[in-house]
């Protein structure tokens, strides 16, 4: 299923919440990228030895909080307002830590830089839905 009609699909649920469809598309969409980004430095980081075991620990990390973070979206049944934000906002403060130490290596590693601007993106859209979500 395409992105499109997997999001024309979640409109026509019964959400329980009122939610901006285009906006929760371009977060779903940045989580994807920044997970598969974080993942690549993630392997990236592991072939060039211990020296880049944080950055490798912490592009992990964001990998699987986003694909999370995604997966709850893309089940609007079971959307829980308290709990969507909560996740969000991990998503955002491990996007934003990934981010920064990624950029400590961006100059010598193109998975590195890459992967910083793939969490800023993510860490921005989740940003916009979290402040969707509280207006």
């Given at each position: 299923m395409d992105?499109?009609?997997?999001?024309?699909t979640m409109s026509t649920s019964d959400m329980p919440v009122s939610m901006d469809m285009d906006l929760m598309q371009d977060t779903m969409m940045a989580m994807n990228a920044a997970s598969m980004a974080a993942t690549m430095c993630s392997a990236s980081d592991m072939r060039m030895g211990a020296e880049?075991?944080?950055?490798?620990?912490?592009?992990?990390n964001t990998a699987m909080l986003a694909d999370t973070g995604m997966r709850m979206m893309m089940r609007p049944m079971g959307m829980d307002m308290p709990s969507m934000q909560a996740?969000?906002?991990?998503v955002t403060t491990m996007g934003t830590a990934c981010a920064a130490e990624c950029r400590k290596h961006a100059d010598m590693d193109e998975a590195c830089r890459y992967c910083a601007m793939?969490?800023?993106?993510?860490?921005?859209?989740c940003e916009a839905m979290l402040?969707?979500?509280t207006a």
């Open positions: 992105t499109m009609a997997m999001m024309k880049m075991a944080t950055c490798a620990a912490m592009c992990s996740m969000l906002t991990a793939a969490c800023d993106d993510m860490v921005a859209k402040a969707s979500m």
